[in-house]
């Protein structure tokens, strides 16, 4: 099982450009008003929410190893990535996910 917080620092990573980030998804962000975008993170594949060009959560995660993070909104309630990212670094990765 793969954890939230292992998932975070992904996103932290390229949030702060030290991992690249590519769009798997065929629209783009922008393109897609409401719904989920998938993005490949050397090798990770995250899946995350576009609410109104908002990033809201992470969908699911795929590491390189196998290991599988998935949201679960009506379990027991892990931190999602998504919100253990600073605001910094949440806008910084909107900034990222609407350019590629």
């Known amino acids: 099982m793969l954890m939230a917080q292992e998932v975070y620092q992904v996103l932290r990573d390229v949030a ?4 690249p980030m590519r769009r798997i998804t ?3 962000w922008n393109e897609i008003y409401c719904g989920l ?5 050397d090798g990770w594949v995250i899946t995350l929410f576009n609410d109104r060009g ?3 959560y992470c ?3 795929y590491s390189p190893d196998g290991r599988k993070y998935e949201f679960n909104s009506t379990g027991p309630h892990e931190a999602d ?7 910094d670094e949440h806008l910084r990765l909107e900034e990222i996910l609407q350019s590629i």
């Open 59 to 61: 969908d699911s995660c």
């Open 54 to 56: 908002t990033l809201d």
């Open 16 to 19: 702060m450009a030290s991992r």
């Open 26 to 28: 065929s629209a783009s």
């Open 81 to 87: 990535p998504v919100e253990l990212l600073g605001q």
């Open 37 to 41: 975008v998938t993005v490949d993170v």
